[in-house]
């Protein structure tokens, strides 16, 4: 696609821009897009970018965002003065993209912003301090600034880099590890080997910056399913990350995995076999003090959650209760999770939940020989 001068959005600045995604525990941040899109592009099992080029914005116009929310900020404060900045002086009006920013951003005390999207660290570092330091400097409540990271990008910045990015106000990075296992991560081309997610992740954490590493279980299928749980254990024991949090492998037919899956060269595991994988995985994760996250609804037990060491064994009762279940029960578990009617497994006991449950599981025409078929179609709903 030719871009003309008059459209190209590094030339002018057309308003407040908001990237596709962000992690379910930035729900109450701002965000604060930086760069656009993903500049690698490539994860076999990823398709929320496929479709769009990486640019990287113009500091000025980041800037332009960071002032507009400023003003809806100051017009929520004070409402006679709203009405002259939304009225008179209009700039940018109630309704807009960054009116609703800062409105969620203000209801919930303005403390967390997410830089946007996929990679932003791969900006110039002086350009990111340049924006963290007017952000702080605009809204002085902030108490946290995250944003994600490829591994194979933190590994090139400099360890002074990611240390003055810390010292402007960068607290926390969240890194796509996916998997520790260098087959697997070759199979989803995900650009990064086990070494460069340990020599990443170590980077993140000498520099003083909080180290959030997403793990994806289900992502080597039946074949790599043991050798991505030990690989993955063994990389995290190495990094001792602050978090490490799950998402469960879901295949949208818009990732290339979907034609590989549907070629029969992948096969994918059922939600028993991944539950056997992430059982393995915790149960080899050893001598570190990370918090264990599965709050992401692709997850089939989001109760999967604690701190390490000491809930070690509590976190693997709750897979080993599932896996000890009458696989009726399960199937039931499983449906009631993929409709959003079930949180954890004691949603088992609430009669009312188990009706809805049974009613969609006939209606639904499921079989224990196409549940798990069923589930995996209702969990692309997800994303
Ligand atoms: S690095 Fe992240 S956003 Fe980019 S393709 Fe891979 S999973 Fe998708």
Redesign the pocket.
Known sequence: MQVTMQSDPNTFYYGYEVGP?RPPSEARSLLLRVTR???????A??????QSEFSERVVAHIKQDIDSIARHIESLVNPFLGRIMTGKRRHEPAGTQAYWMAFNWFRHGMKAVFIQ???SLSMPASDIIEILTYLHDKFPSIERVTS?A?SSTVAKISKDSLKAMREAGLNRIHI?M?SGSDAVLKMV???ASKEIHVKAGLKVRAAGIELSEYVMPGLGGIRLSREHALETASALNRINPDFIRFRQLAIPVTAPLHATLEAGRFERCTDLQVMHELRLLISNLDGIKSSIVSDHILNLLQEVEGGLPEDKTRLLSIIDEFLEMNPQRQRLFQLGRRLGLFYGLGDLKDDGKMARVEAAYQALGISPENIDEKVSDLMTRFI
């Open positions: 995604i899109n993903c500049p690698w592009n490539r994860c099992f990823c398709s929320i970018y496929k999207d996929a990679d994600y490829r796509g996916e081309k995900k650009g």
